[in-house]
Nanobody, 121 residues
């Protein structure tokens, strides 16, 4: 079992930056891929970014060049640096873990509780 706790959400203006953190606890010695997803009101949860145990990254087209995912395996923490935020980035952001390298919601068995990010225009 892996427990995930996100932090760092908040209310910002368009163009601002924000950094989300996700702390993992439990069986963190296993090589899990970590990812961020987001869900806006009335929409399905969507993939944002992924980082493998070895540090390889992959991004959704909508955030590439603005967001950066990284991880510190020694601290069992994954980060999402979000720059040039737009109102359409407003959503609840979720951290997720999986033994599979995937961008599909169903492939991730472990989820955090989510953190709200609101970007005003």
């Amino acid at each position: 079992q892996v427990q995930l706790v996100e932090s760092g959400g908040g209310v910002v203006q368009a163009g601002d930056s924000l950094r989300l953190s996700c702390a993992a606890a439990g069986r963190t010695s296993s090589p899990y891929a970590m990812a961020w997803f987001r869900q806006a009101p009335g929409k399905e949860r969507e993939f944002v970014a992924r980082v493998t145990w070895g540090g390889s990254t992959y991004y959704a087209d909508s955030v590439e060049d603005r967001f950066t995912i990284s991880r510190d395996n020694a601290k069992n923490t994954v980060y999402l640096q979000m720059n040039s935020l737009k109102p359409e980035d407003t959503a609840v952001y979720y951290c997720a873990a999986s033994r599979r390298v995937s961008a599909v919601v169903a492939d991730f068995p472990y989820w955090g509780q989510g953190t709200q990010v609101t970007v005003s225009s």
